[in-house]
């Protein structure tokens, strides 16, 4: 370090205040070190207070500099801030010097400013900084900001608390089989492997909070800690607020998982009950202007048809007519019904249950594509030559009634054994799906062949 000025000053920095030695000065700028001797740019109306005597270099001032913070060190000891705080709402005091006359009575040096400042400071209580000088505080502000100390404290301790217990938690396994986790005198191992953990009366709320939460309730000092635990024990924050909640028992453990982990809601609230009931069935305006399609082709436990199909020849074309279940005609836009409907997003189908995106009323019968039954639909009608070539399509809304329902099963043993006008029908639709399935791979698309299994739990049992 070539250039070294060597002045000695105290410099703000917001609450803290601290000692540095300049080097140079570039305009209003002043290069200087720190009392850890790394170099800093400070502009001068930080300086507070000078020391009267000059460092001659750097070793110099890492001298000075130890016993000016030693003489700090050994003032602060003394200061009793409470004491100050009183004498000086007393007389209205609030500049630093001031201040300092007060408390020492005698002659006013750098370290005595400094050390009374840094313990100001460091208090945060008794007095409030406004610009190089520090207000006293009213017994009401120092009252209150007690109370809210007292508050932030007993928040990190809970923090702290359920950290530890989630931590404790994560690393205890679930069994594999919930169902061997009961009660049950012939299971030792079972039991042995998994047992509820105690909880101690002071994690309630923290528990009672985490429950809010996987209901959907927003709270930021849970998304904190359980996203940070979950990241450790390699889970989703939902699936480990799910098991956290199964191990202290808090969840049954043959709770539904995929339901509550996702956030879904198999019972509506009394009042969309109450709006779905009020629900008049669509109708035509016209019975004349009901188109009829032959089928639907659904899963036997399917509760809410939501197409069906139809073709036939026209002239030199086959045109495909598809319904598509439209809702839409009985819920209005911006209702009730609509936003949980949007809120829902879908239905989903479980192996458990099936979580419904509208009321049963509306979903599986008002809007639903019964059989012999006339809704509103968005009807889709495609004209193909027979290569498959899309001609012209157009969409409309329409009534339309459906003549049967048939099952997957139905349709495969129609297909393989069928003669009636049905099983024609399903034939044609075949070779036409064929052709459009071979141009879209002649095109380039992938298809994956796999086995579709479905999966019912009824009763806790696989069927």
């Known amino acids: 370090m070539t250039d070294f000025e060597g002045h000695i000053w105290v410099a703000q920095d917001n609450d803290e205040v ?34 009267p005597r000059q460092a ?89 900001l007690k109370t809210q100390r007292t508050r ?39 039991t042995e492997s998994f047992q509820i953990l105690n909880l101690e009366p ?32 390699k889970l989703e924050p939902r699936e480990l607020v799910f098991e956290t909640l199964q191990k202290a028992g808090r969840l049954p453990l043959d709770a539904d998982r995929d ?28 019975p004349s202007a009901i188109t009829s399609l032959l089928f639907s082709i659904d899963d036997e436990e399917t509760r809410e048809v939501d197409d069906a199909l139809a073709v036939e020849r026209e002239g030199p074309l086959w045109k495909v007519t598809i319904a598509i279940a439209d809702p839409a ?10 936003r949980e409907a949007m809120r829902r997003g879908t239905t989903v189908y479980l192996p458990t249950q099936t979580v419904l995106m509208l009321p049963e ?23 193909l030559d027979d290569q498959g070539e899309i001609i012209k399509s157009d969409i409309n809304r329409e009534g339309i009634k459906v003549l ?9 043993r129609l297909l393989q054994q069928g003669e009636d006008d049905t099983a024609q029908q399903l034939c044609n639709l075949l070779t036409l799906a064929k052709q459009l399935q071979s141009q879209r791979l002649a095109q380039g698309a992938l298809t994956l062949q796999r086995s579709e299994y479905k999966v019912s739990v009824v009763q806790g049992k696989l069927r």
């Not at 540095?20 to 790394?38: M, P």
């Not at 005609?329 to 609509?338: A, E």
């Not at 009323?361 to 495609?382: G, N, Y």
């Open 152 to 190: 932030e404290q007993v928040r990190a301790q809970s923090q702290a608390l359920a950290k530890e217990w989630m931590q404790t938690l994560a690393r205890s396994p679930l069994p594999a089989f919930p169902h061997l986790s009961g009660s049950n005198d012939n299971d030792d191992e079972a």
């Open 361 to 383: 009323r509306i979903s599986c019968h008002i809007a639903s594509l019964t059989a012999e039954q006339v809704r509103s639909s968005l009807v889709i009608r495609a004209w």
């Open 56 to 144: 001659s270099d750097f070793e110099d001032w890492q001298n000075t500099c130890a016993q000016l913070q030693t003489t700090v060190a050994n003032l602060r000891r003394d200061i009793d801030i409470a004491l100050l705080w009183e004498s000086a709402v007393e007389l209205q005091l609030k500049a630093i010097q001031e201040l300092a006359e007060l408390y020492f009575g005698q002659a006013i040096t750098i370290e005595h400013l400094t050390a009374l400042w840094q313990s100001i400071a460091e208090d945060r209580l008794h007095f409030k900084r406004r610009g190089q000088d520090w207000e006293a505080r009213s017994v009401e502000q120092i009252t209150e």
């Open 202 to 233: 002071a994690l309630l709320p923290f528990i009672e909070r985490l429950e809010c939460w996987l209901r959907g309730d927003t709270d930021k000092d849970v998304d904190e800690l359980v996203s940070t635990i979950a990241v450790t024990a």
């Open 329 to 338: 005609s009985v819920v209005h836009r911006g209702d009730i019904l609509d």
């Open 18 to 51: 601290n000692f540095i030695c300049t080097t140079k000065r570039i305009k209003n700028k002043i290069q200087a070190v720190n009392e850890k001797g790394r170099e800093l740019r400070i502009a001068a109306d930080k300086l507070l207070w000078q020391y």
């Open 404 to 412: 049967k329902r048939l099952h997957y099963s139905e349709a495969d």
């Open 259 to 286: 339901v509550i982990v996702a956030g879904l809601k198999p019972e509506f609230s009394a009042a969309v009950n109450e709006a779905a009931q009020q629900v008049a069935p669509w109708q035509p305006n016209s």
